[in-house]
């Protein structure tokens, strides 16, 4: 019996199922490689989040702890170098005053109330005229640098006073005579507290209150019959073109509260070889002697 032969359905049919085969194996393959970068893929995405996040983390704790840091050593710096400081970010006057001098001696009181009254008498706008020696007009400028000139006689009076050893503060003396820049300032804040003390006192007068005979005769004068005339004609050339005149040394002698003894070589053996500034000083106010060869250059005398 012959065996059947295989005809062209036969092999077509086998040669369909060999390439469905195929492309199972394919389709399995691809989307096992598939599955496997997502996986991959995903993978990596963590972990560069995780690292990023823990990153972020690390640079966030330390910009917090640098904060610290930075915080700690400006605050440190400026406790160590405080007095170094030459400029300082401006300030009200009258509150500075007020928070520089808390005491209650005589001294501080004054300078509390000196800038207020130097801002509110016969208006605020004067007291800009006011001449730092050949500087003569400084503007709305005025205020700040008189302030840095009292701070400095402020740092320099409490300094001086807490020093008990005489040769010590003989050398702070040579130290301050030999800083230009420094002793003009003290002057210029010398000056200041005189004009506060006229500007007091004219107040006191016109309130018919009974002031001193020193300051009636000042008044007296057509070129300082008031603060401003007495700033403007008087006080302005003080440390520029000429020095201080016997009644600026009765202001003076008055203002710090100091019996100021002068003796006057050019009136030797004559009643006025010594006098004092101001002439009738309260007991318990501190002496200081001058030496002068014509009442314009004097001389601190060393004992």
């Known amino acids: 019996m012959a065996a059947p032969r295989s005809g062209p359905r036969t092999r077509e049919r086998a040669r ?14 691809t989307s096992q490689v598939i599955s496997t970068a997502w996986r991959i893929a995903t993978a990596s995405v963590m972990v560069a989040l995780l690292f990023l996040t823990t990153t972020l983390g690390y640079f966030r704790r330390l910009y917090i702890y640098l904060g610290h840091w930075l915080k700690w050593w400006i605050g440190y710096l400026q406790r160590k170098f405080k007095r170094n400081l030459s400029v300082e970010a401006e300030v009200d006057l009258l509150s500075y005053c007020a928070r520089a001098w808390k005491g209650e001696t005589p001294r501080a009181k004054l300078m509390r109330k000196l800038p207020e009254k130097l801002l509110f008498s016969q208006g605020c706008n004067w007291i800009q005229q006011y001449s730092f020696g050949p500087e003569k007009y400084t503007g709305s400028n005025v205020f700040g640098k008189l302030r840095k000139c009292v701070e400095l006689l402020k740092m320099q009076w409490a300094e001086f006073s807490a020093m008990r050893d005489y040769h010590k503060r003989g050398n702070m003396c040579n130290a301050l005579f030999s800083d230009a820049l420094l002793e003009y300032k003290l002057y210029e804040a010398l000056k200041f507290i005189m004009l506060y003390q006229v500007t007091e006192v004219y107040e006191q007068m016109k309130a018919n209150k009974i002031i001193p005979g020193l300051f009636r005769l000042l008044f007296s004068r057509e070129s300082s019959s008031d603060p ?32 100021i003894k002068v003796f006057r070589l050019f009136k030797f053996n004559s009643r006025d070889f010594a006098v ?5 000083p309260l007991k318990e106010w ?18």
């Open 228 to 259: 401003l005339s007495f700033m403007m004609n008087h006080l302005n050339s003080i440390g520029d073109t000429c020095g201080l005149e016997q009644i600026d040394m009765f202001i003076l002698g008055y203002s710090l509260e100091v019996k």
């Open 16 to 29: 369909t199922d060999a390439g469905s085969d195929q492309v199972h194996s394919w389709t399995l393959v």
């Open 286 to 303: 501190p002496e200081i002697s001058l030496l002068t060869e014509n009442d314009r250059h004097y001389h601190i005398p060393v004992f």
């Open 276 to 280: 004092c500034y101001p002439e009738e």
